[in-house]
Nanobody, 124 residues
Framework: QVQLVESGGGLVQAGGSLRLSCTAS????????MGWFRQAPGKERDFVAA????????TNQDSVKGRFTISRDNNKNTVYLQMNNLTPEDTAVYSCAARRGYGLGLSSSDYDYWGQGTQVTVSS
């Protein structure tokens, strides 16, 4: 079992920045691919970004291109999502997830463990 706890969400004005953190416990963190997803009210959960244990990463180019960056610190068992130039359309609950295996997972069904999520609200 892997337990994931997100932090760093909150209310920010459009154009601002936030950094989300997700800390894992329970198993060897570096064995897992980590991902971030988000779900806005009334919408499906969308892929945001993912990163392998070695640092290879990808982001959703359609929605967050050039604004969001995923990173991880295996020594701290933590994955980060740096979000810049936020817009009201980024308002959602952001959740981190862990995936066994080696490939970057782009679908929520690719992931085995989930955190509770943290709310991000961007005001206009």
């Amino acid at each position: 079992q892997v337990q994931l706890v997100e932090s760093g969400g909150g209310l920010v004005q459009a154009g601002g920045s936030l950094r989300l953190s997700c800390t894992a416990s329970g198993r060897t963190f570096s064995n897992y691919v980590m991902g971030w997803f988000r779900q806005a009210p009334g919408k499906e959960r969308d892929f945001v970004a993912a990163i392998t244990w070695g640092g290879r990463s990808t982001t959703n180019q359609d929605s967050v291109k050039g604004r969001f960056t995923i990173s991880r610190d295996n020594n701290k068992n933590t994955v980060y999502l740096q979000m810049n130039n936020l817009t009201p359309e980024d308002t959602a609950v952001y959740s981190c997830a862990a995936r066994r295996g080696y490939g970057l997972g782009l679908s929520s069904s690719d992931y085995d463990y989930w955190g509770q999520g943290t709310q991000v609200t961007v005001s206009s």
